[in-house]
Structures are given as C-alpha cells and as structure tokens.
Nanobody, 123 residues
Framework: VQPVESGGGTVQAGDSLTLSCLAS????????IAWFRQAPGKAREFVAA????????LYADSLKGRFSISRDRAKDTVYLQMNSLNPEDTGVYSC?????????????????WGQGTQVTVSS
C-alpha cells in the first residue's frame, strides 16, 4: 500500500506545475496527507498537508501564497499546485499519509510514503 506521485518535470523559473498523489483505499481516505520535498544534498522538508475532509490545510511558512494543496476524495487524489517556481524549488516531491496527529510538520508523523516525483526548475 503506497501512494503514487506524478506530474513532475523540468520547467523554467516562473512557471507553474501541478503534482498529483494517488492514494487509494480507506488507509488514505481517512487520513491527513502531506507533501514533502528533498533538494539535492539537503534534508527532506515539509511542504503542505491537508486534512481528511480537505477543510484544513497547513503550509510551510516560506511557501504560503505560492503553493496550494487540495484534495479530490472522489478520485483518491491530493494535488499540489505550485506557482512562480524558482530553482530553489528543485527536488524530489513525495506525498505521505499521517499515522497520527502529533506534528504534521515532522516526517516522523507519516508512515506510508510514495517514491516521489522529480521537479527541476531551471533559471
């Protein structure tokens, strides 16, 4: 049981990109889902999270206003809309399921992880 990310690619600075996380089954539909990213040579960092219903969202402070997370429960899919991309946004973007309600900003809260999708932003 593993979510599957898609939508990554190579874009120019200033472009937009939407990532998808297909997470089928009750394991995921009843849980908060988050996006994390990992840049080359850096630790993985929290990007955004969305509650089971989609009514509550969380964002990394540095990404508020540029990134938007949403959820289509009918399609078992969580989206990450990324606007005004810059080279610092380059990395592998992964989605994951929260196993608890402790700290949604911490990767230790999440158990099922996807393989990730590569996003490369050229200047």
């Amino acid at each position: 049981v593993q979510p599957v990310e898609s939508g990554g690619g190579t874009v120019q600075a200033g472009d937009s990109l939407t990532l998808s996380c297909l997470a089928s089954g009750r394991t995921f539909s009843d849980s908060t889902i988050a996006w994390f990213r990992q840049a080359p040579g850096k630790a993985r960092e929290f990007v955004a999270a969305i509650s089971r219903s989609g009514a509550v969202t969380l964002y990394a402070d540095s990404l508020k206003g540029r990134f938007s997370i949403s959820r289509d429960r009918a399609k078992d899919t969580v989206y990450l809309q990324m606007n005004s991309l810059n080279p610092e946004d380059t990395g592998v973007y992964s989605c994951a399921r929260a196993s608890g309600e402790d700290d949604y900003y911490s990767e230790s809260t999440y158990d099922y992880w996807g393989q990730g999708t590569q996003v490369t932003v050229s200047s």
